[in-house]
């Protein structure tokens, strides 16, 4: 080997090792970056010499692809917890004592007690004032639903625009690494980027990804569908009912279409189309009972006559279930004339203080099955008490299924997770281990150049 040949190796070898140690400078520093992804560096042998030939980035396709599917489908859950969450706080469990549940058992008391007193005022306007908060009570749980359905009306629309700003990030992102030498450590940095991304994609909606050696990106959607890739992106649109992509239908939560099946954007579909609507479907039936079940126990009543709960102060068309449960009222002539609870709210003469017949009448409400709708999904026969019990408990039972779900597979995603960071995250002590390496790879080359130099010195003092 020649003097020149020595110091090309020499040199190179220097050149080598200081960028290996940049680059283990550099994952300590972004060893609490989020996303960044641990870079290695390929050594090479030219003739001649030493050269870095490209930065490996530490990934696995597999584990990304699940830790993205896990996020999406706990997602989904979280969404439909967190959504019914203030509205189930409001409705409370069977058992409490601000839920539906507990106001018709304090109504039915308040006519128990009138029964057993029927002349008394007080017991009288106590139990009228059972029936109004019975009728607060469902009022307020049927805004809270309909506050519900706006939030996420609203939601939805901004995440379709969320969405949107991702996938063309992702198309820029292609954009960016087609002007980066594949293996160079600016396209692992954009790679990383680009990893962030996706990830923060999966949060909203589940896909499928096909990517090169140089992190150029395919993005589809669950149908097949190509989202995102070098030269395409398509935009989300929404109509307020259906999702398509370049004019292709995949609204979440329907399956006459392949839409997306998992993420927030999924969770809230669920809940607009599905969750929702059966809520208040099952609101509106409580109050058709609570109207039909107490004027056809009324005997004072004619035709087309309101009793004691009401359309909105009249006698309901039994067509517009609709809404039924915010226009629920009670006869406003019950505050002024108390005696009608007694009499009948079709009577129109004060009747017998001490006549209890209709008072029964009422009270025989409670232990008569009563006919629901059958989309509240309830069962079309059982008693209000039946009804009203089993509407809180499974109401109750969606949000908490969705918050044990979330939880169950937050176990699972924690521990893929966990892989993938081992995989691609950084480790101080590795990496400080590694610079021994450097230093002593760069101290051997130092003393070859050294002895090189100290070689031509001589020769050259013996010319």
Same mark, same amino acid.
């Given at each position: 080997m020649g003097l020149g040949t020595g110091l090309t190796i020499a040199a190179t070898g220097l050149r080598a090792t200081q960028t290996w140690a940049d680059t283990i400078a550099r994952n300590i520093a972004n060893a609490t970056t989020e996303g960044y992804t641990r870079k290695d560096v390929e050594l090479s042998t030219l003739s001649g010499g030493v050269t870095v030939s490209a930065f490996n980035r530490d990934v696995s396709s597999s584990l990304d692809r699940m830790t993205r599917a896990s996020t999406a489908k706990i997602a989904t859950q979280d969404t439909i917890a967190s959504t019914l969450e203030g509205y189930t706080s409001l409705l409370g469990q069977p058992d409490d004592e601000t839920s539906p549940v507990a106001y018709l058992t304090a109504f039915q008391t308040g006519l128990e007690t009138l029964a057993a007193d029927?002349?008394?005022?007080?017991?009288?306007?106590?139990?009228?004032?059972?029936?109004?908060?019975?009728?607060?009570?469902?009022?307020?749980?049927?805004?809270?639903?309909?506050?519900?359905?706006?939030?996420?009306?609203?939601?939805?629309?901004?995440?379709?625009?969320?969405?949107?700003?991702?996938?063309?990030?992702?198309?820029?992102?292609?954009?960016?690494?087609?002007?980066?030498?594949?293996?160079?450590l600016d396209n692992g940095d954009l790679q990383d980027e680009m990893g962030k991304l996706l990830d923060k994609l999966s949060g909203y909606v589940d896909f499928s990804v096909s990517q090169t050696t140089a992190g150029l990106t395919t993005v589809y959607a669950p149908n097949g569908l190509v989202l995102v890739d070098s030269q395409t992106t398509l935009q989300l649109g929404y109509d307020g009912s259906r999702l398509t992509a370049g004019g292709t239908d995949i609204t979440p939560a329907d399956s006459t279409v392949r839409g997306f099946n998992e993420g927030s954007l999924s969770g809230l579909f669920e809940l607009k189309r599905?969750?929702?609507?059966?809520?208040?479907?099952?609101?509106?039936?409580?109050?058709?009972?609570?109207?039909?079940?107490?004027?056809?126990?009324?005997?004072?009543?004619?035709?087309?006559?309101?009793?004691?709960?009401?359309?909105?102060?009249?006698?309901?068309?039994?067509?517009?279930?609709?809404?039924?449960?915010?226009?629920?009222?009670?006869?406003?002539?019950?505050?002024?004339?108390?005696?009608?609870?007694?009499?009948?709210?079709? =009577? +129109?003469?004060?009747?017998?203080? /001490? %006549?209890?017949?209709?008072?029964? &009448?009422? !009270? *025989? $409400?409670?232990?008569?099955?009563?006919?629901?709708?059958?989309?509240?999904?309830?069962?079309?026969?059982?008693?209000?008490?039946?009804?009203?019990?089993?509407?809180? =408990? +499974?109401?109750?039972?969606?949000? /908490? %299924?969705?918050?044990?779900?979330? &939880?169950? !597979? *937050? $176990?699972?995603?924690?521990?893929?997770?966990?892989?993938?960071?081992?995989?691609?995250?950084?480790?101080?002590?590795?990496?400080?281990?590694?610079?021994?390496?450097?230093?002593?790879?760069?101290?051997?080359? /130092?003393?070859?150049?050294?002895?090189?130099?100290?070689?031509?010195?001589?020769?050259?003092?013996?010319?």
């Amino acid at each position: 080997m020649g003097l020149g040949t020595g110091l090309t190796i020499a040199a190179t070898g220097l050149r080598a090792t200081q960028t290996w140690a940049d680059t283990i400078a550099r994952n300590i520093a972004n060893a609490t970056t989020e996303g960044y992804t641990r870079k290695d560096v390929e050594l090479s042998t030219l003739s001649g010499g030493v050269t870095v030939s490209a930065f490996n980035r530490d990934v696995s396709s597999s584990l990304d692809r699940m830790t993205r599917a896990s996020t999406a489908k706990i997602a989904t859950q979280d969404t439909i917890a967190s959504t019914l969450e203030g509205y189930t706080s409001l409705l409370g469990q069977p058992d409490d004592e601000t839920s539906p549940v507990a106001y018709l058992t304090a109504f039915q008391t308040g006519l128990e007690t009138l029964a057993a007193d029927p002349s008394s005022a007080v017991a009288q306007r106590s139990a009228i004032e059972t029936a109004g908060q019975l009728v607060s009570a469902i009022n307020a749980a049927s805004s809270a639903l309909s506050s519900v359905s706006t939030d996420t009306e609203k939601q939805i629309q901004s995440q379709v625009t969320e969405v949107n700003d991702l996938l063309t990030k992702i198309g820029e992102m292609n954009t960016k690494l087609t002007h980066t030498t594949e293996g160079s450590l600016d396209n692992g940095d954009l790679q990383d980027e680009m990893g962030k991304l996706l990830d923060k994609l999966s949060g909203y909606v589940d896909f499928s990804v096909s990517q090169t050696t140089a992190g150029l990106t395919t993005v589809y959607a669950p149908n097949g569908l190509v989202l995102v890739d070098s030269q395409t992106t398509l935009q989300l649109g929404y109509d307020g009912s259906r999702l398509t992509a370049g004019g292709t239908d995949i609204t979440p939560a329907d399956s006459t279409v392949r839409g997306f099946n998992e993420g927030s954007l999924s969770g809230l579909f669920e809940l607009k189309r599905d969750i929702l609507p059966e809520f208040a479907a099952q609101l509106n039936s409580l109050a058709a009972g609570l109207i039909t079940g107490f004027s056809s126990a009324d005997a004072s009543l004619t035709s087309g006559q309101a009793g004691l709960f009401t359309d909105n102060g009249a006698a309901w068309d039994g067509v517009s279930l609709d809404g039924l449960a915010a226009r629920l009222t009670l006869n406003p002539d019950a505050s002024s004339n108390v005696t009608l609870i007694r009499d009948g709210f079709g =009577a +129109t003469v004060e009747g017998e203080a /001490s %006549d209890t017949t209709q008072i029964n &009448a009422f !009270l *025989a $409400v409670f232990d008569s099955d009563l006919s629901f709708d059958a989309s509240a999904g309830l069962g079309s026969s059982m008693t209000l008490s039946e009804f009203t019990a089993q509407m809180v =408990a +499974t109401q109750q039972s969606t949000r /908490s %299924d969705a918050e044990s779900s979330s &939880a169950t !597979l *937050a $176990v699972t995603a924690e521990t893929i997770s966990a892989s993938r960071e081992n995989l691609r995250g950084v480790n101080i002590d590795d990496e400080m281990q590694k610079l021994l390496m450097v230093q002593q790879g760069y101290a051997a080359n /130092s003393k070859v150049l050294t002895s090189l130099i100290e070689m031509m010195d001589t020769l050259l003092e013996a010319v």
